[in-house]
Nanobody
């Protein structure tokens, strides 16, 4: 099984920065990393993509990011970081870590979600 542990949420002023972390704990070596990233959900809104990093280091970002955020992955561990800069009043949300792991040799692709970490931006 795969479990995701998130950290780094909190309160920041408008224009400030936060760094989110997500560490995957994999208890079965038949699971292999495919991709990991972050979605966010603000009250009354749909969950939206923030950033994803894939096994080959390719990344995708939500359109609203506009170069302000950077996703990266630790070299020797399934831990992903999201550096968020220039946070604005539209950013407050619960940020969810998500990961896709391949089970076996293409037997299945399983999607996992963390519990979420809250980001609050104050003026």
């Amino acid at each position: 099984q795969v479990q995701l542990v998130e950290s780094g949420g909190g309160v920041v002023q408008t224009g400030g920065s936060l760094r989110l972390s997500c560490a995957a704990s994999v208890s079965d070596n038949r699971y292999s990393f495919n991709n990991m990233g972050w979605y966010r959900q603000a009250p009354g809104k749909q969950r939206e993509l923030v950033a994803i990093i894939r096994w080959n280091a390719n990344t995708n970002y939500g359109d609203f990011v506009k170069g302000r955020f950077t996703i990266s992955k630790a070299a020797a561990a399934d831990t992903v970081y999201l550096q968020m800069n220039s946070l604005g009043p539209e950013e407050p949300a619960v940020y969810y870590c998500t990961a896709v792991y391949e089970y076996g040799c293409g037997l299945a692709m399983n999607n996992y979600w963390g519990q979420g970490t809250k980001v609050t931006v104050t003026s």
